[in-house]
């Protein structure tokens, strides 16, 4: 803070106060009175320097939030999007179930049934697979007999 020659002026009222006063030796008290008012008027301004600092500084904060905003938007836009993907081959797992059943109707022992989509280029003209499907990784259904789960994989 400044060293003031003369201290500024508390308010309006402290001002007229101090006019009145100096009235009686009117060259002294204008010069005391100019000086306080000078004095005061440095305040205002450092005080409205340091606000606009504030402000500055909090524009620049707001500014870096609203970027960071709109990239988390474009991601959770993208996120909905890899969702709808999902919830789209929601009715899978019910035709699965009703091909699951049906086949554990005529093989009560059999444990697991599992679904897999084949390429033409790996089935030979009898009909049989000619790669070897990595049950874990390849299916993209699995039906279990026994608890009755249906579980979808979705690759991409």
């Known amino acids: ?38 004095s005061t008027y440095d305040v205002i301004i450092g005080e409205l320097r340091s606000r606009n600092a504030v402000a500055v500084a ?25 969702c709808k993907l999902l919830k789209d081959t929601s009715h899978y797992p019910k035709e699965y179930k009703a091909e699951a059943d049906e086949y554990f109707s005529h093989n009560p022992n059999a444990e697991k049934l599992w679904f897999f989509m084949v390429g033409d280029s790996e089935v030979d003209e009898d009909g049989d697979i000619r790669t070897t499907l990595n ?11 026994f608890n009755g789960d249906v579980s979808v994989e979705v690759y991409k």
Request: net charge negative.
């Open 135 to 145: 049950i874990g990784v390849d299916a993209i259904a699995e039906c279990d007999n």
């Open 58 to 82: 909090d524009e620049r904060i707001i500014k870096t939030l609203e970027k960071e905003i709109r990239v988390l938007k474009a991601d959770n836009d993208d996120l909905r999007k890899g």
């Open 1 to 38: 803070m400044k060293n003031y020659l003369f201290a500024p002026f508390k308010d309006d009222e402290d001002k007229m106060s101090t006019w009145e006063s100096c009235k009686s030796g009117i060259d002294q008290g204008i010069m005391i009175f100019l000086g306080r008012l000078e």
